[in-house]
């Protein structure tokens, strides 16, 4: 745990440090993806939810957060799940053998996957409550998908925590898809965001690509949120760049344009691009880090394989 009292300014990830630790974590996130698709191909993985192409939108919200601020997922970020020290060989055992979670949540400030959707916002607005009642400064994050929007508690959730100014930022990550259904038959409105006026707080949309706008967004709501001003609602817009689970086929509904063009938007692509134009670091480096990342998922995964024989 760290003293800092609020997370870190969006511009520090343009310290060369900052940039490579961003760069890593986004990668980290990027190659766990490919590998536990591979191992669900190989038998091994049960079922995993892909997060390939939601990188800057996960990693840049945590990135924001103070390090002892608990973060409630969903059940499609396990880079985040990494980045707060959730191994991954727990990630594995969780996707491959139905362990539900074997990490130490409270230690890592990163709470038990949620698979009905939309019910984590509400335990997150119960956690960021009780912390205040115990006179506690966290704020608590909260992941969900624009599908998941649609539920009856999410609106309840939104609703208690306006009402009670409990600090929560709701990041909705609008990948643009629930499954097989586009966001156009979701709701009739164009954004999510929108419905913080109705609650009373809050609400950002922001190019959920783009690694340092969604950080400086976050930012913005924790030191509201920290101040007592309260929710804020942030509506990142992304894509989901694989199927919705290794049991889906995103090519059955998806038309191919739409995949291509958010292919060429690759959040992690664009981040290091934006590293190496201001200088934060040099081109190869990028590839240095790839590399090293790939590595080290890997011997992760090698280590798992040998304790659990598979
Ligand atoms: C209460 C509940 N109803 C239905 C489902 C089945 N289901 C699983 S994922 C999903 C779509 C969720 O879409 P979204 O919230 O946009 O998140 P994404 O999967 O795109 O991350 C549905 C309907 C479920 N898990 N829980």
């Not at 890593?24 to 192409?53: I, N, W």
């Not at 707060?84 to 996957?113: I, K, Q």
């Amino acid at each position: 745990m760290n003293s800092r009292l609020t997370g870190p300014e969006p511009t520090e990830a343009l310290e060369p440090d900052s940039a490579i630790r961003l760069l890593e974590a986004m990668q980290r996130a990027r190659q766990f993806d490919k590998l536990a698709v591979a191992l669900q191909r190989q038998g091994v993985v049960a079922g995993y939810g892909q997060a390939e192409g939601q990188e800057a939108a996960q990693i840049g919200a945590v990135w924001a957060m103070r390090d002892d601020d608990m973060v409630f997922p969903s059940y499609r970020q396990p880079g985040v799940a990494l980045h707060r020290g959730v191994s991954v060989r727990d990630m594995l055992r969780f996707y491959s053998r139905h362990e539900l979670c074997t990490w130490d949540w409270r230690a890592c400030r990163f709470a038990p996957y949620a698979v009905p959707v939309g019910s984590q916002l509400s335990h997150a607005v119960g956690w960021a409550m009780a912390d205040r009642a115990r006179g506690g400064d966290q704020v608590t994050l909260a992941f969900f998908g624009e599908g998941s929007a649609s539920q009856g508690e999410v609106h309840e959730a939104m609703n208690m925590a306006g009402v009670y100014r409990a600090p929560v930022v709701f990041l909705c990550e609008n990948n643009g898809w629930a499954i097989s259904t586009p966001f156009a038959r979701q709701t009739a409105s164009s954004t999510v965001y929108v419905r913080a006026e109705g609650y009373g707080f809050r609400g950002v949309r922001v190019d959920g690509n783009d690694v340092l706008a969604v950080a400086a967004a976050v930012r913005d709501a924790t030191v509201a949120a920290r101040a007592g001003l309260g929710p804020s609602l942030i509506e990142a817009v992304t894509y989901r760049l694989g199927g919705h689970t290794t049991a889906d086929d995103p090519s059955l509904y998806r038309p191919d344009h739409e995949f291509e063009v958010w292919r060429r938007n690759d959040p992690i692509d664009r981040f290091a691009q934006v590293c190496v134009s201001l200088g934060a670091m040099e081109d190869s480096a990028v590839e240095i880090i790839r590399e090293r990342v790939y590595g080290e998922i890997r011997s992760a995964a090698a280590e798992f394989a040998e304790e659990f024989g598979v």
